[in-house]
């Protein structure tokens, strides 16, 4: 059983910057690739990013790529998500979410989510 805390959002201006954390229970951590999601009002919900068990291999959504990062610390049990140019659509609830597999997002647990505004 694994268990998401999310945390780092919150209201920022257009060209800004936020990072988001995502803190896991649970021994599984470090063997299994981890995902963040986003779901704007009225949206369904998107993948953002995703990351392998070791952090050696990453993935984005084009909407995002060279805009934000993601990585993990896996003596911390925490992904994080770096937003950078950040602009209004990126306005959503972020998600971050567990994998059943070590390499590829085939997400088995959700966190709670947390809101990131962007101001224009």
């Known amino acids: 059983q694994v268990q998401l805390v999310e945390s780092g959002g919150g209201l920022v201006q257009a060209g800004g910057s936020l990072r988001l954390s995502c803190a896991a229970s649970g021994r599984t951590f470090s063997s299994i690739a981890m995902g963040w999601f986003r779901q704007a009002p009225g949206k369904e919900r998107e993948f953002v990013a995703t990351?392998?068990?070791?952090?050696?291999?990453?993935s984005y959504a084009d909407s995002v790529k060279g805009r934000f990062t993601i990585s993990r610390d896996n003596a911390k049990n925490t992904v994080y998500l770096q937003m950078n140019s950040l602009t209004p659509e990126d306005t959503a609830v972020y998600y971050c979410a567990a994998s059943k597999n070590p390499t590829i997002i085939i997400v088995s647990h959700w966190g709670q989510g947390t809101q990131v505004t962007v101001s224009s």
């Open positions: 990351i392998n068990w070791s952090g050696g291999s990453t």
